[in-house]
Each structure stands twice: as C-alpha cells, then as structure tokens.
C-alpha cells in the first residue's frame, strides 16, 4: 500500500468509527415513562429580577412577585442577616406581593424589618415584625416606583410557585448600583428558592443489555450566566437488600462542578469536576459527555446500564437531592402522570391545609380563632359547624369570615398556672368524622411584667426622670419568673409628645441606630438594652412615654403572646439646679464679671482724675493728647473685649 494514502485510510476508519457511535446512541430505544422517584432543587434562578449593590443605604428594600398556580398556597421565607462582623444590621423594608392566597411562614431573626403586603398574605401565627397593607396597585411599575420612595432598591425577584425562599442580605459586590429589572436571571447568593411543584423524573428500560445495573441521570441546563458554581447533588436510594449496581451520570455547563453525596456506592460519570462530601478537598476530573437526552442515554447503555431508573433536566441549581424508591433491578416502577397543579372542582376537601389556618389569637383572658370564608372556599371545604371543645360555644357567622371567640373561664377551657388550651372541633360537610385541632394560649393573668428606667448600667436603683444627653438603662422583668416561657423585647420607642419627635429604639428585637445598645440579660432573664438621649431639641420636651412590645415565648407551645406596657417620663434640660452648670450659664457669668469690672475700672479712672493735687495737673494743651490717646485705647479695648461674649453667644 502506498504510504501517502495510509493517513486517508486512518481518518476514514476513525470516521466510520465516530458515525457508527453517534449512531449508535440516536438509534437507542427508550421509551420515558414518569417514575417513582422524587427529586427537589433549590435554584437562584428566576423568571424576572435583578440584584443591586446599595452599601450607603440606610434602608434596603427588596421586592418579591410571588405567582402561584393555585388557589392556597404555603411559603416558608427566611431572611438571613450579614455575615460580616462588626456591622449593624440595616433597616430592611420588605415588599411581598401576592395575587393568590399564600400562607406565609417567616423567620427573620434579629433584623429589624418592615414588611408590607397585600391582603393575599396570611401569617402563620404572629409575624414577629412591623407590617403594613401596601396600597392598591394597578400595575408592577406603580409598585416599583411606590417602594423605590421607602429607600434604595437592592433586590427585586419574581417566582413562580415557590416554596421557599432564602433571602441573603450581604451586599453583592460585582452588581451594578441600581436594580433594573431583566427576564430569567440569576440571583446567587442573594436569593435562593425550591419550588413547589416537584421536578418530572422519568425512566425506561434499556433493550438489549442483560443484568441488573441501573442509571440515574441528572442533567443540569446552562443558566443565563456563565461563572464557576458548585452543584450538591445528594443521591438516597432506598434498597432493601445490599448496594445496588449503579451509575450516577451528572451533566452540565463544563464551568460546574460537583460535590456529591450518597447513601450507596456507586459508578461516577460526569463533566467538569467532581468531589465527594467525606473528602470535599480532593477534586476528580470528569469526562466529555453528551449534551442532549438521547446522547446521555446512549452513555448509560455503553456503562453498561439495562435501565434508566431516573432520568431529569433542571435549570441551574445549587443544590439537587434525588430520592429513588426502588433500586437494584427489582423491575421499574412506573407513576401515573403528574397531577394537575389545578385542583379540579371535584376535588375533595384540602382537610389538612384547613387545620393549618386554625390559629388562635391570646388576648389578656381571650382566645379568638378566625376563619376567613374566601380561603375556607378556596381548600373546597363547607364548614357544617365551628366549635371549641364545648358544643355550646358555636362561632359567630359574620358576612366574610367564621369568629369563634371565648374567655380562658368558659368553653371547656383547661386553665393550667401558665397555659390555657382548648380543643376547636370543625365539622365538615364532606367528611362523617370531626376534626379535631389542639389550640394552646399563655395564661397571663399570673403574670405581671415591669418596665423600669436607670441611670446606671448597675439597675440598682430606677427612676422617672432622664436629661437631655444623658444615658438612660431600660429593664423589662416579669414576675414571677418561668424556665418554661422565654421573654424576647420585640420593639421599644420613646414618645416625645405631638411637637416632638417619636424615637424609635428597639425594632424586631435589633437595636435602632448607634445610640442603642442591647445589654447582656440579667440575672433573672430580664431584658435589657441603653440609648442615648439627644442632648438638644427643639422644641424642649419636658415629658415623654416609653413603651415596649414583649414577646412571651414557650418552648412547646405556639403560638407566642404578645404584650405592650409603658412608663411615663420626666425629660429635663441640663444646667438646672443641682445639675451643674452649662455653657451659655459660664457665658453669662463671664460677661457679668468682666461688666462689672469695666465699670469699676471707669469709677476709678473718673475719681483719679477729678481728685489729683492742681500743683501736679500739666497744661490743657499737654494733657489733651495723651487723655484723648488713652480713651480711644481704653474704649478700643473694651469695645473689642465685648464682642467676644456676644460671638460665644452667637455660636452658643
């Protein structure tokens, strides 16, 4: 053979060997069928948003568009403050619009927030934060340029049917300073969220490839923006006997890596870069993988692989958990399709997400339960009656909502020395049995809480007056004290009356501003926090009201009771009697002492010059100069001497 012509035939078999490969995996038949495998994913990707950097802002404000496919739905939201240490929490004005009933559950410890909302929104017990309705709006640029008036606009996001949302407060540093809102983006660290709706994960069989080994593929789709990230990918496969044979084929952007997690041995297949979580340091290379379905098929069966137990794509995520019901080739277990996300009307009763909104309201010595008719409608629940343990407590019918409302002393309730509990029995139109749900309130009738002001961080000795500038020390206790119920300042302000100004102090159990500080609990788990008074107003206030929100939590019990008590205060201005004495005092006192010595100097200088000997006087002529020269200089120095204290005055 000639030589010049055994490259050609090199390139033509390597060719031949690339078709017939490629044509291998488009010729694979698999027929996906849903299966019954679970996977869940939390994303920082969204349909419309956008992340700004505001590090001069006193108050953030982030905005959440929360659309929903259904009628009721639940959100856990969590609100994480700075890592950054040092750094004073900022005031955040959170923004939550909703167009369908969402049951919100929110966690935002230690950050003082203010929350405004639309009457979609229903809290899962107290909110624990300072909340407002937002106004009506007709269009989501009349709510833009609304919130953009409360402070600088850090976050804006809109979600499709989310379950919950992570929502970081540190600063991001590569993002522009203003927030402009842009389709499908991704959010990092600021944002991340899992939705409702669980992921379409199917699977088949593998034709023509004998034993038991099974495949698990996750394929994870480009996102609108290219950078390095890390995907954790937790793999739980329930077997009932030893470890399956199988592989885990992970295919994504080549910028991601992997960090994966399993609860069996298993075959690794993937792009990039993956690590294990026992050994997260030690980074293995990956491989070249197909792009598109049919080629990573093709991958499993060349692996070996006689079925695809799961098979899902996913937009970019940061975290991936893969639950698999069955494995180890005891035959693939088809589900029927995905239900839909709309209940039809024939539906029956959501029972359980009816108890759900069951909460009760604690008063001083009141429970109070309130349904509201529209979401009883919504669950495609008929409420036949609505009672607490004793039938003869019927809640009242009102035009929109169901108001079932007794005293700690009747209705069946069980009065304990610091809990008062009670049964609400719901009867369903639906369903022959009753439902029966457990509501608990704080008995605060042995209970009495004290709110005391002191002058010294020593709380030894309190008091009714404070002074303008100086440093007052706020206690709340509560007697007699319970190891049960924890006592949590929720918000504290200082009144001025209504020409002054109100101060806010303490606000979601975070100290407002510099000038607050929250102390170390006393001895007794008393609250304790200390301001500072300005030391100028105008007007001068002359008295004032404090008044603090608590919190009384339990450890077994929700939901958390709420009471408000307050003291009046005396405010006095500095330099008063036995207070000392202050500028515009020394400079009166100043002035005074150096008038009266002027006009002692001029008596004197009058009384020399009338009463010397004749024999020693000099001429008129002689005497008029120099007498003329030391008036002018006598009255240049008094006249510049007096315009020191008018300009002390001045700036005083």
Partial sequence: MDRTALPLVVALLLAICSLRHTGLAETIHCDLQPVDAEVTYITSQVSEGCVAQVPNATVEVHILFLESSRELSELELT?????????????????????????LQLQAPGIPLYLAFNPKLIFQGHPGVNTTELPSFTTKSQLLAWADTKGSIASIAELNDPQSILLRLDQAPKSPSFCNLEPLVDMGHTLEWSPLTRASVRGCRLEGVPGHKEAHIVRVLPGPEAGPRTVTVKVELRCASGDPEAVLILQGPSHVSWLIDANHNMQIWTTGEYSFKIFPEKNIRGFVLPDTPQGLLGEARRLNASMVASFVELPLASVVSLQAHSCGGGGLQTSPPPVQTTPPPTESCNQELLLSLIQPKCSEDVMTVVLKKDLISTLRCTITSLTFSDPSCQAEDRDDQFVLRSTYSSCGMAVTENVVSNEVVVNLFSSSSLQWKKVHCINMESLSFQLGLYLSPHFLQASNTIELGQQGFVQVSMTPSIPELTLQL???????????????????????????????????????????????????????????TVALRSRSLSPETHRTISMRLNIVSPGLPDKGLVLPAVLGITFGAFLIGALLTAALWYIYSHTRPPGKREPVVAVAAPASSESSSTNHSIGSTQSTPCSTSSMA
């Fill in 79 to 103: 609100i994480q403050k700075s890592k950054q240490n040092g750094t004073r929490p900022r005031e955040v004005f959170l923004v939550l619009s909703a167009k369908k009933n969402v049951l």
């Fill in 490 to 548: 929720d918000s504290c302000q200082l009144d001025l009356g209504p020409e002054g100004d109100t101060v806010e102090l303490i606000q979601s159990q975070t100290a407002k501003g510099s000038c607050v500080s929250l102390l170390s609990p006393g001895p007794g788990g008393d609250v304790r926090f200390s301001f500072l008074l300005r030391g100028y107003m105008v007007p001068t206030p002359t008295t004032g009201t404090l008044t603090c």
